[in-house]
């Protein structure tokens, strides 16, 4: 956090004079903090001169990861206090990725513990866990990539909630939306868009796929779900997305050929830490959510019925009803 601070101050300042200043260190302490930073990344932030410093190309892409990791640790920081305050109740605080897991168990939540429950969403999964792992959440849902599976410490626990494919997100006016699954060679030319994010696998999984089709994929745009959204619905590019992508106009949800990227969808909460009884209704509320989202996707259930290895939605749904929590270690082998 301390060297975000100083190249968002360096940034800002536009010099590491300024900068030194407004921190309150000597500026050969930040050009040494700097300088180490740079070294640890493999290249230089800023261009330096007499008049001043100008982010370089690498420095701009730290600076994008510092502006949005800063303001979220200061609401943390908030919340902690708030969390820890003197005759404060205990609050219920929830996270989760964009998803089918994000506001469907808020509800349940929020029925059975009234105003006492807070979500957090982040569009990364590394984070999420680190929040979970430090006592920062009770509990997070979280989506990763078997095929590049999310490494998580052994003081968490977790529950998979459903393994399911990855489909394509393409333009539904377009040759790419009017075959029943899109074969990966098919979108060679196509221009991607991709989350910023990186953590939870799926950049390598679409490199993976990519070459097993002969072709490298072209990313054109980062952004999050909702800029892809638009991006994709505009007829300008293609992404990857969820079984269970909500209906979106201009976009059409299709398989992909061969299911070459699954999608894992899993709770986790830190070990020793939350009652067994809220656990087990923590599973339920996940499950109930993940089976609701299965219900409204009709590309997702037209694949199940032709693809019974994993389940039509009625056996989905009673495979999920009877499961329990899968109370073991984050580092085990998933179960799905």
């Known amino acids: 956090m301390r060297h975000l601070q100083a190249i968002q101050a360096i940034a800002e300042a536009g010099s590491l004079t300024r900068a030194a200043a407004s921190l309150g260190v000597s500026q050969p302490s930040l050009t040494g903090q700097l300088q180490r930073l740079e070294k640890r990344l493999g290249g230089r932030l800023f261009l330096r001169d007499r008049q001043g410093a100008v982010p370089t190309p690498l420095g701009e892409l730290v600076l994008s990861k510092a502006r949005q990791v800063l303001p979220a640790m200061e609401e943390l920081e908030h919340e902690t206090a708030r969390y820890t305050a003197e005759g404060v109740e205990r609050m219920l605080r929830y996270g989760s990725v964009p998803g089918p897991l994000m506001a469907g168990p808020l509800q349940h939540l929020s029925a059975c513990h009234g105003d006492r429950v807070t979500l957090r969403t982040e569009s990364s999964a590394r984070l999420l866990a680190d929040l979970v792992a430090q006592g920062h959440l009770e509990f997070a849902s979280i989506l990763d990539h078997p095929e590049h599976p999310l490494r998580l410490g052994a003081e968490l626990r977790r529950h998979v909630v459903a393994v399911e494919p990855a489909f394509a997100l393409v333009p539904a006016r377009g040759p790419l939306a009017e075959p029943a699954e899109v074969e990966p060679s098919a979108l060679a030319g196509a221009s991607w868009v991709m989350p910023p994010l990186p953590d939870n696998g799926l950049r390598a999984c679409l490199a993976a796929m990519s070459a097993r089709a002969g072709f490298t994929p072209r990313v054109v745009h980062e952004t999050d779900a909702s800029g892809a ?15 269970t992508f909500r209906a979106t106009t201009g976009i059409a949800v299709r398989p992909l050929a061969g299911c070459p990227v699954t999608v894992r969808h899993t709770l986790i909460w830190l070990a020793g830490r939350q009652p067994a009884d809220l656990v087990r209704q923590m599973v339920s509320f996940v499950d ?22 994993f389940g039509g939605a009625e056996g989905l749904r009673t495979a999920l009803s009877l499961r329990g929590p899968a109370e073991e270690s984050a580092t085990g082998r998933f179960r799905h």
């Not at 994709?232 to 990857?240: H, K, M, R, S």
């Open 288 to 309: 109930d959510a993940y089976v609701a989202a299965v219900a409204r996707s009709p590309a997702y259930l037209d694949w199940l019925d032709d693809h019974p290895g």
């Open 229 to 243: 959204r638009d991006l994709i619905g505009e007829g300008g590019c293609v992404g990857i997305g969820q079984a």
